[in-house]
């Protein structure tokens, strides 16, 4: 992209790391489908040799997810478990890692079943809590690593303030900005090393494509993340690599329209009889209200909801609706509707899932960008079979 200034966030999604092709003029990044390229001598070619190390589809999506979190350099992977794998790879044995207890079901499988083997020792705590932070570090501890807002709690924890006690322990502040998106909230602003997505949920945001990606700013770590990634290839294809590009062409819009209708469904089911509690990060009800304004420029598109239901009662709800589908994963257009309890969170044993705030009766909910009125009208009917 050509610009004298400082570009807008629609302006660097729609043209960062793009410019048309410069052999046919095509405006939008070819797929390009091919695993080597023609070399004019022997090691002379063209910054490309093999699609495992590099792809010119990769690299525009690469370049355009970096200008969208402030970074300079972003790694693409196959998937957002590939791209946490690739920074869990920086430890060794011996190493500790602090993780906030509110963690994505897949990165605490990770940790627990493929890290703790090899000697790396994780402790997980409740990152509101600074002085339990704190508490936790060790000589030995490398990375600090969390999500926020979370899943499914969107529980909020300060950026600034943790990347201040990461930096001071010298610790590696990692953080997973999916649920959030660049469009956002952006760590790396706030001191955070690496920064990570999962491409397949808001950046993606069409539900057909898995992807990941790393996002840094120092030089020397990008070049071991680049190492782990070309060692072990877990690279996305140039198909979804386009697919994702296309996705962040719209995310600006899609977001304002997702952060709409989630906060108009969060304020319609707080007033609801049936309804105990409802987590969503743009109400002043919500514990860590005041930390979300601060860094994030709206609410996002996920509503939590407890319902006054038992899990047979939340699990019928959660059948009996016609806009919203049942389905895992989110940060699609379409709306979805999850029960933790049931689905996404039951490989967590109950009493430690219910210590953790997480009710039977909650129902995650990622809004899609219909329209409200449906929306709403559907959450109306299928909370109306709680009467
Ligand atoms: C989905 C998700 C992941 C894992 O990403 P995949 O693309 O499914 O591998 C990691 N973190 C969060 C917060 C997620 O929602």
Redesign the pocket.
């Known amino acids: 992209m050509k610009s004298s200034h400082n570009p807008g966030f629609g302006t660097k999604a729609i043209h960062a790391g793009q410019s048309p092709d410069p052999t046919t003029g095509a405006i939008m990044t070819p797929v390009f489908q091919t695993s080597t390229y023609v070399q004019e001598a022997p090691g002379k070619n063209k910054g490309y040799d093999y699609s495992r190390s590099h792809n010119p589809t990769r690299t525009a999506l690469e370049q355009n997810l970096a200008a969208l979190e402030g970074g300079r350099f972003g790694l693409g992977f196959a998937?957002?478990?590939?791209?946490?794998h690739c920074v869990l790879n920086l430890l060794q044995t011996g190493d500790h890692v602090i993780a906030g207890n509110d963690?994505?079901g897949?990165?605490y499988r990770i940790i627990k079943t493929l890290y703790e083997k090899f000697g790396v020792a994780t402790t997980f705590v409740d990152l509101t809590d600074h002085a339990q932070l704190q508490g936790a570090f060790r000589p030995n501890t490398k990375l600090v690593m969390l999500?926020t807002p979370?899943?499914p709690l969107l529980r909020c924890f300060d950026l600034t303030a943790i990347a201040a006690i990461c930096k001071q322990r010298g610790a590696l502040a990692f953080a997973?900005n999916?649920?959030a998106t660049p469009y956002l909230q952006n760590p790396l602003a706030h001191g955070w090393d690496v920064v990570?997505?999962?491409?397949?949920?808001y950046l993606g945001g069409h539900s057909d494509v898995?992807?990941?990606a790393l996002i840094s700013n120092d030089e020397a770590l990008h070049k071991r993340l680049a190492h782990f990634q070309n060692s072990c290839g877990g690279t996305p294809g140039p198909m979804d690599c386009f697919l994702v590009l296309r996705g962040t062409k719209t995310l600006h819009v899609r977001m304002d329209r997702h952060c709409q209708n989630a906060l108009a469904v969060a304020r319609w089911l707080e007033s609801h009889p049936k309804v105990a509690r409802v987590f969503y990060p743009w109400l002043p009800s919500h514990p860590q209200h005041a930390i979300a304004k601060k860094q994030m420029r709206a609410g996002g598109g996920m509503v939590s909801v407890e319902l006054k239901a038992t899990v047979a009662q939340a699990m019928d709800v959660c059948s009996s609706f016609e806009v919203f589908s049942l389905a895992e994963?989110?940060?699609g257009v379409e709306s979805l509707v999850d029960h933790p309890a049931s689905m996404t969170h039951a490989s967590i044993p109950a009493a430690t899932r219910r210590a953790s705030g997480l009710e039977d009766g909650l129902v995650r909910l990622s809004v899609g960008i219909e329209d409200e009125a449906d929306l709403i009208a559907d959450l109306d009917r299928a909370l109306g079979r709680l009467k």
């Open positions: 998937s957002g478990m590939a791209a946490i963690l994505y897949g990165t999500e979370t899943n997973d999916t649920f990570v997505h999962s491409t397949t949920k898995v992807g990941g994963s989110l940060g």
